[in-house]
């Protein structure tokens, strides 16, 4: 019928057109929504779900949603947010994600709150290019010329660990680095032996890199005990962590408050939470030093603002969890420049080529910090579209297994 919407090839972008969504006004002059585009794509081993929301005006804007799994599960799923949205002003963002949310009833989940933060990011970007300013003016400008990146950092060992953050620091300026704390396999060792071989492993990087870099460790949610939490925080803290983060799952905020109050090291946590309501209940408790919200799946740019003033007021800094493609960088950079109580961003550096094919010019760190564009509106970034197409695999999350046959966390 009229309203039913209008798909593409399965290999192609999906595009739903339509007439004013039920229950949105006519406003004289207003700019409409006239489109969604989803593009299931790939970079590097992980697949990546990007929108595109275009206007009546010829303006657009883009957004990169998050992939929890089942990653498939975005498209569709945008296909159902136009049918609410088709017809608004995008520059009325608050007005569309209340009515998102009301509109739904139910919470969204990991799917639909992924489905809304791209979105999200696109009106962002379409604001800023109606104004003709970055996204960071219409936030209240700037309060940072530039923004710290930290780099993941690996190896078989203390060797292999030194030489891949010395090659980061001269070639892209890192002084600040996460690492994983597991130099044995925390299944089938005896936990003392984990906790030292850990301890060995930081005063490894401590030894042979200079006394300013800095180091975070990231267990990665696999600790079930609070009490192993504290145990490898404590192996840890004799060489001054930047912070300690996510050693436990992160369902349970008074476990949280429990745990900070017998550590002596910054503790981070906050991936796996959404919206400002479930950080308010772990920051009234305070379950956490540093707040790592991700801009791709807590709701987008809007809802990251009201988490950090919630984390501002309880003097609690906000990393942003960082681990999606260049454009999700390119948000996140708006929201850090403009935010208060940022502290540092994460960075993954992308596959160089399809960050050249994905974007006119990805945001590059240079000597540890990524560069603010003030001559360029909106996201300061530019999509290819062509190169989105024909690009993807599906990337599935898969849980490991025990020496005794059960399953672990990931």
Known sequence: ??????????????????????????????MKITAIKTFMTREGHRSRALCKVETDEGLYGWGECYSPGPDLAIEPTLDYIF????????RRIEYIMLKLFQQMRFPPGAIGLSAMSGLDHALWDISGKAAGVPVYMLLGGNCRDKVQVYRSIGGKDVKEAVEVAHKLNEEHGFTAFKTSPWRLPADGHRWGLVCKAAAEYFEGLRTNCPDDWEFAFDPHAKIFEPIKAVQLANALAP????????????????????????????????????????????????????????????????????????????????????????????????????TPNFKILEYHLPDAEIAKDWLDEAYWPTDGYLQLRPDRPGLG????????????????RTCPERPDGSTGYI
């Open 1 to 30: 019928e009229a309203d039913a919407p209008t798909r593409l090839p399965r290999d192609g972008p999906v595009r739903i057109v339509g007439d004013t969504a039920p229950g949105s006004k006519e406003r004289k002059g207003a």
């Open 83 to 90: 049918e609410m949205i088709k017809g608004e002003d995008p």
């Open 239 to 338: 060489y001054d962590p930047l912070f300690y983060e996510e050693p436990l799952r992160p369902e349970n905020s008074d476990a949280w408050a429990r745990l900070r109050s017998q550590l002596t090291v910054p503790l981070a946590t906050g991936e796996s939470l959404y919206q400002r309501f479930e950080f308010l209940d772990l920051l009234q408790k305070d379950g956490a030093d540093i707040i790592q919200p991700d801009i791709c799946i807590c709701g987008g740019l809007l809802e990251m603002r009201k988490i950090a003033a919630l984390a501002e007021s309880h003097y609690v800094s906000i990393a942003p969890h960082n681990p999606m493609g260049p454009l999700a960088t390119a948000v996140n950079l708006h929201f850090c420049a403009a």
């Open 381 to 396: 970034v530019e999509v290819n579209e062509d190169a989105l197409e024909g690009k993807y695999s599906y990337w599935q």
